[in-house]
């Protein structure tokens, strides 16, 4: 079958499901994925065939897409701050808010090459590993520590970290039973669970079927458990100067910034999304 033709019938199965746009996407995405084949490609040779095997993988892809599994699930990988990540349903895929709270670490804290001076980052919930390595890739002077509960998603940020070839320490560790870090850190940042119940008629199938729920959803009594934990830990564990960073609930802005408050964080930060609601904040000791 025709590549130009199969792109009708693929349009067709999914157009219900998804806005035109994003269907488009779907098909170069996995045009390329599957055979290496550019956008550019296809109008060139509009003759390229699909033969019987390559169109049992797509009809399997389509299968999955129309049950809303994420493209990045299917394909096992995504990009994040312009860098390739391996995800599974072990690690929620990354957001591109959180590219904007690295991108705020990065800016804060890049010195050019000659400056001696080691940042001990830690990164609390890493998942993916998206946020530590990114941080690692880009802030040369940086060492970087990486913690999550679930043994499964540090297996996926390991995988990363060698794919990316950046040097991480990863700890197997659950943030709620920890009593003290240990060690001094410059940074402390995470990206926490932190969509309550009731938020959950808001959430896509797409996020509730097939992200882990063990990496967004608390409790509606107790939404800031994780933030807590860890600005109680930040208070020790924070070396002198040093700044903690979050991705937050955008709801919850306001009792964010009480909460720091009342553990005495100085020059409290609220920034915005690109979507211009309340999701990153820092402070300093
Ligand atoms: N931003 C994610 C979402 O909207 C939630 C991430 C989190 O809970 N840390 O699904």
Redesign the pocket.
Known sequence: MLVKDYRVQFKEALDTLYDEKEIESFFYILLEAFHQIKRVDLALNPTIELDGMQLLQWETVLSQLKDEKPIQYILGETEFYGLPFYVNENT?IP?P?TEELVEWIIKDYFVPRNDVSTIRILDIGTGSGCIAISLAKNLPNAEVFALDVSEKALQIAKKNADRNEVKITFLHQSILETIDLGQQFDIIMS?????RNLEKAE?NKN?LEY?PHL???VEDTDALLFYRKITELAQKNLSQNGQLYF?INQYLGKEMVELLEKYHFKNIELRKDIYGNDRMMKGNI
């Open positions: 929620l957001r808010e990206n926490p669970p932190y969509v959430i996020v992200e990496a967004l959803f991705e």
